[in-house]
């Protein structure tokens, strides 16, 4: 019901930015909540974000959150995830998800829906 595509990763320097991008497509997008895993090798995802389906509410993991934001264009089906002052351990496989409801269990940490984007790889490094 949801396809899920994220882009935007790649390699940067400690202490450089990069904005990730989800880009939502399906029946049910308007009602989904879109939010940010991560994940490195051996170890679970780790809930980084997520944005409520009109981009009113969201909520940023405690751990990254002077440092992380993150944002929707209702219009536009997509959600943004602006990552600052990047440091080594954020380097991860990031991971787009969709919460379709009623509970939008994605925006208290938890995973959502059985929906995700192939996911894109932030590597922090000099």
């Known amino acids: 019901q949801v396809q899920l595509f994220e882009s935007g990763g790649g390699l940067v320097q400690p202490g450089g930015s990069l904005r990730l991008t989800c880009a939502a497509s399906g029946p049910s997008v308007r009602s989904a909540a879109l939010g940010w895993f991560r994940q490195v090798p051996g170890k679970e995802r780790e809930f980084v974000a997520a944005?409520?389906?009109?981009?009113?509410?969201?909520h940023v993991a405690d751990l990254i959150k002077d440092r992380f934001t993150i944002s929707k264009d209702f219009d536009k089906n997509t959600a943004y995830l602006q990552m600052n002052s990047l440091k080594p351990e954020d380097t991860a496989v990031y991971y787009c998800?969709?919460?379709?409801?009623?509970?939008?269990?994605?925006?208290?940490?938890?995973?959502?829906?059985?929906?995700w984007g192939q996911g894109t790889q932030v590597t922090v490094s000099s």
């Open positions: 998800n969709a919460d379709l409801g009623p509970r939008y269990s994605l925006l208290e940490g938890n995973i959502g829906d059985n929906y």
């Open positions: 944005v409520s389906w009109s981009g009113g509410r969201t």
